[in-house]
């Protein structure tokens, strides 16, 4: 790294200052940062307008290298990115969170959590591995209580996140623009000196990786008159050195790199986790306003997906299968569809490999995702299992509505982003990581059959009447409209605890004969010729009268069993028995 007269190094730590609508967090940025990017500040026209942060903004904040990240001279440079508070805007935050190192959550120290600090503390929990708490605005509280409410809203954000990840992060109290927007620039702000203190003390060298393939996030894009356009961004993966061929896949075109810039210093090189400008030969800046580019032919352009996934505990109610959600994948949200699955039942405890997906298994359909507050479905009821037994691990195929482009395995979060913005409830779904994508458009007929996701199948029927020892007649387990003849040759099993054999239809209402290959056993002819005297009985009665009579003798029926499973991607709907 700082080898003979090398430059002092930089290390680059990327925050992200998250929070509410309106708690601050522009200001904080400002107040924090002493040289301004090309992103900084609110610089979208709609977003001054609207006095809101509209993208991801970027500034940034030079300090000493602290002592915890080695010997030496150097910097420390805290890149601050300002994710935008707005809730319909969340989309942006998922793309922003995917580069942030350290987070600071901004809370509005008069107002406490509300519901986007908390889904902040969500997509935090997911991306991100270090948090610091900023109370801002302590300048509205009156000073002779100031302290007091500080230390009241402090205990009561420490008991917020008591069950995250950032359980005892450090809370800070500051007052980034003392007056609110309209006071003079004069104001100093209160607190924000110890935040930097808190911010060096919580940094941490980022483990980057220059290996693998360039990718890059790319939030800005402008021209540069004879000079060409400028992409400026994060580098998510992999590195960049002048001269290098880059694809922009959204354009389909490869271009090659001119000249480099990191915070107006020109560079030959740059790698996973710096923020860089990169200058091409020109193109219409218009067209990639934000997107990635990439290692040439790296990303693929997928219309479906198998993911894993876990559930958010803060979404209120089922993920049921069918159902649609919006979909954020690399830096696209597109809209969804989702069908769960998870392991076989016998393979429910088993260790599942992180990070790939196995198509030799079987795997079970579900209506719903998995969790402890699941109903028991139809058959582990009958198994008598009350309890909801949950897997280690589950998974989804998602299906898109229209195709997207990103790498091969990234974040994959999943959220209701209609639901009503001032309802106070958590939008986010669901979050996995991506383990295999499907490119080809008919993938339905290509790719899906390799999918082995099966439904159990579990039907009933009894038996109508004794044929001879090895034989009986069954009704009730098909409609009269079947076709019999596909289920000729599979196993049932009688109440009685004799395995049968379909052995085809007889007559026309859907009644079927049934071999027993090992022959019924004597008490089984008993109760069924006792069942049929009654019933020959009441045929002397008119007929309405026997099909009563049949439903009321029917208290100890010899019921028949037939299980089967079905995949759910075979195109032939084999039926298939253990």
């Not at 400002?30 to 001054?48: E, I, K, N, V, Y």
């Not at 079927?512 to 022959?519: A, E, L």
């Not at 029917?554 to 032939?572: E, M, N």
Request: charged fraction near 25%; aromatic fraction near 6%; glycine fraction near 8%.
């Amino acid at each position: 790294m700082a080898a003979g007269s090398a430059p002092p190094r930089v290390l680059n730590v990327n925050v992200g200052v998250l929070g509410h609508i309106d708690s601050g967090k522009t200001a904080l940025a400002r107040a924090l940062s002493t040289t301004g990017s090309t992103a900084a500040f609110d610089r979208a026209p709609q977003s001054r307008a609207r006095g809101i942060t509209l993208d991801l903004g970027f500034s940034c904040l030079r300090t000493a290298l602290p002592p915890q990240l080695g010997p030496g001279p150097g910097e420390l440079q805290f890149t601050l990115v300002d994710c935008p508070g707005h809730a319909s805007l969340i989309r942006t935050i998922i793309g922003g969170a995917q580069i942030i190192d350290l987070m600071m959550l901004v809370i509005d120290v008069t107002k406490g959590m509300q519901t986007q600090s908390a889904e902040c503390l969500v997509i935090g929990q997911i991306a991100c591995q270090k948090m610091v708490v900023v109370l801002n605005k302590i300048d509205l509280l009156p000073e002779a209580k100031r302290q007091s409410a500080i230390e009241k809203m402090t205990k009561k954000m420490q008991k917020t996140l008591e069950n995250t990840k950032f359980c005892g992060c450090p809370i800070v109290a500051v007052a980034a623009k003392p007056g609110g927007p309209e006071a003079p620039e004069s104001e100093n702000p209160l607190g924000v000196s110890e935040l930097i203190e808190v911010l060096k003390s919580q940094a941490y060298l980022p483990s980057r990786d220059p290996s693998g393939h360039f990718l890059m996030a790319v939030d800005h894009c402008f021209s540069i008159k004879g000079q060409g356009t400028v992409m400026t961004g994060t580098i998510l993966s992999g590195s960049v050195s002048l001269g290098d061929n880059v694809e922009i896949p959204a354009l389909k075109v490869t271009k090659k790199v001119k000249s480099m810039q990191m915070f107006h210093t020109p560079v030959t090189y740059a790698m996973q986790g710096d923020r860089v400008g990169i200058c091409v030969t020109q193109f219409d800046p218009k067209l990639l306003e934000r997107g990635l580019i990439c290692t040439p032919e790296s990303l693929h352009t997928i219309h479906a997906a198998i993911i894993s996934l876990k559930k958010i505990q803060y979404y209120r109610g089922a993920l049921q299968t069918k159902a649609k959600f919006h979909i954020t994948v690399g830096h696209e949200t597109v809209m969804g569809r989702v069908m769960f699955f998870s392991p076989a039942p016998a393979d429910f405890n088993e260790e599942i490999k992180e990070n790939v997906f196995d198509f030799d298994k079987d795997y079970l359909y579900q209506e719903e995702y998995l969790s402890t507050d699941s109903k028991p479905s139809e058959e582990n009821k009958e198994n008598g299992q009350s309890e909801i037994q949950l897997p280690k691990q589950q998974w989804a195929l998602l299906e898109f509505e229209k195709p997207v482009t990103c790498p091969k395995l990234c974040l994959v979060i999943g959220s209701k982003l209609d639901t009503d913005i001032h309802a106070n409830t958590c939008r986010l779904a669901f979050h996995g990581v991506l383990l295999q994508g499907m490119e080809d458009k008919n993938y339905a007929e290509t790719f899906l059959p390799k999918l082995k996701v099966y439904k159990q199948k579990h039907k009933e029927g009894q038996v109508e009447r004794v044929m001879d020892d090895y034989s009986v007649i069954g009704r009730s387990l098909f409609k009269k409209e079947t076709n019999i003849q596909i289920f000729v040759g599979l196993k049932v099993q009688l109440s009685t605890g004799e395995e049968g054999i379909i052995d085809g239809g007889f007559g026309q209402s859907g009644k079927f004969k049934i071999r027993i290959p090992g022959g019924l056993k004597p008490e089984t002819k008993t109760l069924l010729s006792a069942a049929s005297k009654k019933k020959s009985k009441a045929g002397k009665a008119d007929t309405n009268k026997e099909d009563e009579s049949s439903k009321n003798d029917s208290a100890q029926p010899v019921t028949i069993t037939l299980l089967f499973k079905r995949y759910v991607f075979d195109t032939q709907k084999k039926m298939i028995q253990s």
